[in-house]
């Protein structure tokens, strides 16, 4: 079992509808959980971070994390074409960061 | 966040040299640096923990000879790939993390050995 796990997608969103991203994490002992988005041929950059259980929204991202469940979800209201890339959920375990293998989401006009 | 700088952004040598990519924190004084590894549709993989001023911590199956990392400042840490093999073309990412763990990333060393 990964540490951390993505469906890989692709997932396909109409333009200004809602793309929901979804993670799960085998460490129940995973302190930090972070989104990054990750454009074709660049590094990662982070889009939200969450500590504690509940919702976390940030303009048109909404993090949302359920420990019991070791849960993980980032939605994307009003899904833009440049939204289109790959989402790589992380977790920190200690002093590392974990990274899932990413979901590539494809925004239609 | 932290700013982060690298060099090369790319980089070409052929079989059995070596290459040194860099990696730079601008603006935040980071005693921990960072190297991952990512092969085109997978995801990052770290290889080693730069310590400023001791030795790396490496990866299980992560070759410490193969990777030299120097980390002699608080923000300068370097990746020499020794006698690097067509295998070893990937994409290089280093990051730092800020006391809230947030991860801020170089924009990457892609790497072609021929």
Redesign the interface.
Known sequence: QKEVEQNSGPLSVPEGAIASLNCTYSDRGS??F?WYRQYS??????IM?IYSNGDKEDGRFTAQLNKASQYVSLLIRDSQPSDSATY?C?V?RA????????TRLSIRP | ?AVVSQHPSWVICKSGTSVKIECRSLDFQAT?M?WYRQFPK?????MA?SNEGSKATYEQGVEKDKFLINHASLTLSTLTVTSAHPEDSS?Y?C?I?EA?????????T?LTVT
């Open positions: 302190q930090s972070f041929g660049k590094s990662p950059e982070l971070s790589l992380a920190r002093s590392k960061i974990i990274f899932g293998s990413g | 966040g921990t960072f997978q995801s990052l993989m770290l923990t994409f990412i990051g993390h809230s763990y947030e991860q801020y990333f170089g924009p990457g892609r």
